[in-house]
T-cell receptor
Framework: KNQVEQSPQSLIILEGKNCTLQ??????????LRWYKQDTGRGPVSLTI?????NTKSNGRYTATLDADTKQSSLHITASQLSDSASYIC??????????????FGKGTKLSVKP | EAQVTQNPRYLITVTGKKLTVTCSQN?????MSWYRQDPGLGLRQIYY?????VTDKGDVPEGYKVSRKEKRNFPLILESPSPNQTSLYFC???WGRGREVYEQYFGPGTRLTVT
């Protein structure tokens, strides 16, 4: 069964610190993996999209890594800011599937950055 | 400005009273989707459309209808809302090729309460 598991469920860090969020998936055949940031009550916004051949991708202070062999991805946030407080959602797309791109959503990691 | 708009943003209604949530995108995207988001369950796809007059069920389609008469619009219809449809709803659009979906753009969300 195609699944996406994210950890931790929630995380509290101090402003200025770094943190890493994890995403493990069992989706096959793999097409791409996306990380989204979702502020409370708002729609998700794309941070990165990585295909099979990409190991790492950065977007400002956000760096995503992908290990297609172990089916793991991480999102590293550097020098956190209060505005990083949000839920971070990992979404994996299968190459073939019944639904639209067969997108499988993780349940998200809720990050709180405290001053 | 490229965007996905939803209306209304907030809606309180009673059981059985038909309602429509509109979704419109100005990016000429082929793909459009509806999701609901509930605490602890993450985002779940309700319906999707790969082009005009082409729609299909997602993971949780029961109690919902959609139509795609024009490329830019993808309304979500609840013929007879029930309290278990109380949720936060998101519309999304994207480019695509075949069943492969590229970056999704999400609307701001519609918070629906059915009493």
């Amino acid at each position: 069964k195609n699944q996406v598991e994210q950890s931790p469920q929630s995380l509290i860090i101090l402003e200025g610190k770094n943190c890493t969020l994890q995403c493990n998936y069992t989706v096959s055949p793999f097409s791409n993996l996306r990380w989204y940031k979702q502020d409370t009550g708002r729609g998700p916004v794309s941070l990165t999209i990585m295909t099979f051949s990409e190991n790492t991708k950065s977007n400002g202070r956000y760096t995503a890594t992908l290990d297609a062999d172990t089916k793991q991805s991480s999102l590293h946030i550097t020098a956190s800011q209060l505005s990083d407080s949000a839920s971070y959602i990992c979404v994996v797309s299968a190459k073939y599937g019944g639904s639209q791109g067969n997108l499988i959503f993780g349940k998200g990691t809720k990050l709180s950055v405290k001053p | 400005e490229a965007q996905v708009t939803q209306n209304p943003r907030y809606l309180i209604t009673v059981t059985g009273k038909k309602l429509t949530v509109t979704c419109s995108q100005n990016m000429n995207h082929e793909y459009m989707s509806w999701y609901r988001q509930d605490p602890g369950l993450g985002l779940r796809q309700i319906y999707y459309s790969m082009n005009v007059e082409v729609t299909d069920k997602g993971d949780v389609p029961e109690g919902y209808k959609v139509s795609r008469k024009e490329k830019r619009n993808f309304p979500l219809i609840l013929e007879s809302p029930s309290p278990n449809q109380t949720s936060l709803y998101f519309c999304a659009s994207s480019w695509g090729r075949g069943r492969e979906v590229y970056e999704q753009y999400f609307g701001p969300g519609t918070r629906l309460t059915v009493t």
